[in-house]
């Protein structure tokens, strides 16, 4: 998978992790990152077109992100 240097990428999938559900984000360094404590999938992909996920990013210094803009998602294989 090619990296964009400009975006933060989140997997298409969920991850499930014990009883909690996860969401996995690659920054443009390649590093990844596994936002965790979500209950259900249906909440952890939900979470990725919310406030909380727009939050979640400006506290990692991507400001200039906004929720209306296209989310790349990295394809499940």
């Not at 990428?9 to 990844?32: I, M, N, Y």
């Amino acid at each position: 998978m090619a990296i964009s240097t400009d975006n933060v990428v989140f997997d298409r999938e969920p991850l499930k992790v014990d009883r909690l559900w996860a969401v996995v984000a690659t920054h443009p360094s390649g590093q990844q990152e596994h936002i965790v404590g979500f209950h259900t999938e249906a909440e952890a992909r939900e979470w990725r077109a919310s406030v909380g996920c727009e939050a979640w990013l400006r506290t990692r210094g991507y400001a200039g992100w906004r929720l209306r803009e296209r989310m790349r998602l990295k394809r499940h294989r």
